[in-house]
């Protein structure tokens, strides 16, 4: 009896750490991706908007692994923070002009004001930077490439 009740006691406070362990918080950019493990290359199973809320699960190397609306996923953290955000209805609109790796380089010093003033100053020309930062690749096709080096995504996705 004594070890039952031992035994009970333990599942019980697993339990209530794990409910305790996990957080809310609100994605803070204009739109950030959840993918299936931690990694950039990671496939994308969905997107979140600026001011959704998501149950963390767990946080690992700079990532967290989330719930939103019954997809659970990858997000990189810099996209997250605890702040609760408040979408405001009225003759105001909401401000969503922040992406990901603008937070990242802000978070970091780096913005368009100190680009502009490094271009100025220094006559820096950031015109591939930019040509490169447009440039896409089809999921499909880069899916293909890791298919048809052999390579494996942290976590062994392809």
């Known amino acids: ?5 031992g035994f009970a006691t333990l599942i019980l406070l697993g339990v209530a750490t794990a409910l ?12 950030t991706q959840v993918r ?5 290359l990671g496939r994308v199973d ?20 989330v719930r939103h609306d019954g997809v659970t996923g990858w997000v990189h953290s810099s996209a997250l923070t605890t702040k609760r955000i408040v979408m405001q209805t009225g003759d105001a609109a909401a ?4 992406t990901g790796s603008e937070v990242a380089l802000a978070g970091r010093g780096f913005n368009q004001e100190v680009e502009d003033r490094y271009r100025a100053e220094q006559g820096l020309n950031y015109d591939a930077v930019d040509r490169l930062e447009g440039y896409a690749v089809d999921a499909a096709r880069l899916a293909a490439f890791l298919e048809e080096g ?5 976590g062994g996705d392809r």
Request: charged content about 25%; overall charge positive; hydrophobic content about 45%.
């Open 1 to 5: 009896m004594r070890r039952r009740l």
């Open 20 to 31: 305790w362990a996990q957080t809310m918080m609100s994605v803070e950019v204009r739109e």
């Open 36 to 40: 299936s493990n931690p990694s950039f």
């Open 46 to 65: 969905a997107v979140l908007n600026y001011g959704d809320r998501v149950e963390v699960l767990e946080q690992a190397q700079g990532w967290a692994r």
């Open 95 to 98: 401000q969503r002009e922040a």
């Open 150 to 154: 052999a390579l494996r995504l942290p």
